[in-house]
C-alpha cells in the first residue's frame, strides 16, 4: 500500500503537524517574559514579609504608645451616676431659699444671738 | 531502554503538580533521549543563571510543545500561549529542578497539566466571547488533501482529551506506554486502550471522508 493511502500514515502525519511552529521572534518574547515573572517573584518574595514586619510594627508602636501615656480615668459606676443625679436635681434650688422648720429657726437665732 | 537515575529515589517533584515517579523500563525506546539528558544539563544550568541555557532549552522543545498544543486545541494562538506557560512554569521551578526522570516526560506533565486547565478556562467561557482572530483559517474547499485534514480536525475535536493526548504523545513524541501513563497520572494498559480507540476513530473517519469524496 502506498503510504498516501494507508489511513495511518495519512493520520500519522496530519497528528506530527511537523510544518506548524510558533510566529518568529517566540524565543525572545519567552525570555523577556521569564525575566518579568522572576522580577516579579523576587519583588514579592521580600515585599510580603516587609509589609507584615511594617504592620507588626505599627501594631506594636501602638501598644507602646497606650502603656506610656496617663492611665484612662476610670469607668463610671453606678453610684456615680446617681449622685451626678443628685446634682442636677439641685440644680434648680441654688437660687431659691430653704424651707425651714420652726425648731431649726430658733436654733439658727439662739446662735446668731 | 535503562534510564540511568542519579540515585535510588525513582520521582521527581515539580511545585503545584505533585509528584511524578520515573521510568525505569521503557517498553518501547523508538527515540533515544539525548534530547531529554541534555535539557536535565541545560535546566541546572540556567538554575544558575545562564541565559543562553534558556535560549537553547526554548528553542529545543518550542516546537514539540507547540504542536502538541496546536493538535490538541485547534488553535495557534491559544497553542502558542500554552507552550510559553510552560517556559515559564519551568523557570520558576528550575531552582527546585532535579534531573531524577525523563525530561520529556517532566515537561510533558506540566504541558498537559496547563493543557487541562485552559479545557476548565474554555468551559467557563462562553463561545461567543471568542476572538475571531484566534480561529484558525477555515479549510479551502476544493483541495482535497485540506478536507482530509478538516476531517481529520473535527475527529480528533471530537474525541476525549485523554485518547487525544495520549494518541499524540504516542505518535508526536513516540514515547512509550509507561511514558504516556507516567505524564497522565493512568495505567499503561487504560493508555494503550486510549490510543486504540482514538486510532480507531480516526480510521472511521478518514474513511468516511473517502467514501463520500468517492460518491461526489
Same mark, same amino acid.
Given at each position: 500500500?502506498?503510504?498516501e493511502?494507508?489511513?495511518?500514515?495519512?493520520?500519522?502525519?496530519y497528528?506530527?503537524?511537523?510544518?506548524?511552529s510558533p510566529?518568529?521572534?517566540?524565543?525572545?518574547?519567552v525570555?523577556?517574559?521569564?525575566?518579568?515573572?522572576?522580577?516579579i517573584?523576587?519583588f514579592?518574595?521580600? #515585599? @510580603?514579609? &516587609? =509589609?507584615?514586619? /511594617?504592620?507588626?510594627?505599627?501594631v506594636?508602636? !501602638?501598644?507602646?504608645?497606650?502603656?506610656?501615656?496617663?492611665?484612662?480615668?476610670?469607668?463610671?459606676?453606678?453610684?456615680?451616676?446617681?449622685?451626678?443625679? #443628685? @446634682?442636677? &436635681? =439641685?440644680?434648680? /434650688?441654688?437660687?431659691?431659699s430653704?424651707?425651714? !422648720?420652726?425648731?431649726?429657726?430658733?436654733?439658727?437665732?439662739?446662735?446668731?444671738? | 531502554?535503562?534510564?540511568?537515575l542519579?540515585?535510588?529515589?525513582?520521582?521527581f517533584?515539580?511545585?503545584?503538580?505533585?509528584?511524578i515517579?520515573?521510568?525505569v523500563?521503557?517498553?518501547?525506546?523508538?527515540?533515544?533521549?539525548?534530547?531529554?539528558?541534555?535539557s536535565q544539563?541545560?535546566?541546572?544550568?540556567?538554575?544558575s543563571?545562564?541565559?543562553?541555557?534558556?535560549?537553547?532549552?526554548?528553542?529545543?522543545?518550542?516546537?514539540?510543545l507547540?504542536?502538541?498544543?496546536?493538535?490538541?486545541?485547534?488553535?495557534?494562538?491559544?497553542?502558542?500561549?500554552l507552550t510559553?506557560?510552560?517556559?515559564?512554569?519551568?523557570?520558576a521551578?528550575?531552582?527546585?529542578?532535579?534531573?531524577?526522570?525523563k525530561?520529556?516526560?517532566?515537561?510533558f506533565?506540566?504541558?498537559?497539566?496547563?493543557l487541562?486547565?485552559?479545557?476548565?478556562?474554555?468551559?467557563?467561557?462562553?463561545e461567543?466571547?471568542?476572538?475571531?482572530?484566534?480561529?484558525k483559517?477555515?479549510?479551502?474547499?476544493?483541495?482535497?488533501?485540506?478536507?482530509?485534514?478538516?476531517a481529520?480536525?473535527?475527529?480528533?475535536?471530537?474525541?476525549?482529551?485523554?485518547?487525544r493526548?495520549?494518541?499524540?504523545?504516542?505518535v508526536?513524541?513516540?514515547l512509550?506506554?509507561?511514558?504516556?501513563?507516567?505524564?497522565?497520572?493512568?495505567?499503561?494498559a487504560?493508555?494503550?486502550?486510549?490510543?486504540?480507540?482514538?486510532?480507531?476513530?480516526?480510521?472511521?473517519?478518514?474513511?468516511?471522508?473517502?467514501k463520500?469524496?468517492?460518491?461526489?
Open positions: 500500500m502506498k503510504p493511502n494507508n489511513p495511518d500514515e495519512l493520520i500519522d502525519r497528528l506530527r503537524d511537523e510544518s506548524a510566529s518568529p521572534g517566540f524565543t525572545e518574547q525570555i523577556s517574559c521569564t525575566r518579568r515573572t522572576s522580577t517573584s523576587r514579592t518574595k521580600w #515585599i @510580603l514579609p &516587609l =509589609a507584615a514586619c /511594617l504592620a507588626f510594627a505599627a506594636f508602636m !501602638d501598644l507602646l504608645k497606650k502603656d506610656s501615656s496617663q492611665p484612662e480615668p476610670p469607668a463610671p459606676v453606678a453610684d456615680q451616676f446617681a449622685f451626678d443625679d #443628685i @446634682l442636677l &436635681l =439641685a440644680e434648680p /434650688l441654688d437660687e431659691t430653704p424651707l425651714l !422648720d420652726e425648731e431649726t429657726l430658733e436654733l439658727f437665732a439662739l446662735l446668731s444671738e | 531502554m535503562s534510564i540511568l542519579p540515585d535510588s529515589s525513582p520521582s517533584s515539580f511545585p503545584g503538580f505533585g509528584i515517579s520515573s521510568m523500563e521503557s517498553d518501547n525506546p523508538s527515540k533515544p533521549d539525548a534530547d531529554g539528558d541534555e544539563t541545560l535546566m541546572l544550568r540556567i538554575a543563571g545562564d541565559d543562553v541555557a534558556l535560549t537553547l532549552l526554548i528553542n529545543r522543545w518550542k516546537n514539540p507547540f504542536r502538541f498544543f496546536d493538535r490538541s486545541l485547534n488553535n495557534h494562538a491559544d497553542a502558542e500561549d510559553q506557560k510552560v517556559f515559564v512554569k519551568l523557570h521551578a528550575v531552582s527546585r529542578y532535579k534531573p531524577k526522570a525530561f520529556s516526560t517532566y515537561i506533565t506540566i504541558a498537559r497539566r496547563l487541562l486547565d485552559e479545557f476548565k478556562r474554555r468551559s467557563r467561557r462562553p461567543d466571547l471568542t476572538d475571531p482572530l484566534d480561529i483559517s477555515p479549510i479551502v474547499h476544493g483541495n482535497s488533501r485540506n478536507e482530509l485534514e478538516g481529520l480536525e473535527q475527529c480528533l475535536a471530537g474525541i476525549p482529551e485523554n485518547q493526548t495520549a494518541l499524540l504523545l504516542r508526536q513524541r513516540e512509550s506506554y509507561s511514558e504516556i501513563a507516567e505524564i497522565m497520572s493512568a495505567s499503561q487504560a493508555v494503550k486502550t486510549w490510543i486504540y480507540r482514538a486510532r480507531e476513530e480516526a480510521r472511521k473517519s478518514l474513511s468516511e471522508f473517502r463520500s469524496n468517492h460518491e461526489t
